[in-house]
């Protein structure tokens, strides 16, 4: 959440425009990453034992 912040905070700011968007990119990356991890971690720690 906080990457999420941090680019909220500097797209409000004006920092991104459409010839520089990586770290927006990125941080959706990273996001949709954790949400994959957690989608086998999740079943792996609660569900099975």
Do not use: C, E, K, Q
């Not at 520089?20 to 991890?37: A, E």
């Amino acid at each position: 959440m906080a990457a999420i912040g941090w680019i909220l905070f500097r797209s409000l700011r004006g920092d991104f425009s459409s010839a520089y968007f990586t770290p927006v990119d990125l941080v959706g990356l990273y996001w949709h990453l954790v949400d994959l991890i957690w989608i086998f971690l999740f079943p792996l720690l609660y569900l099975i034992a």
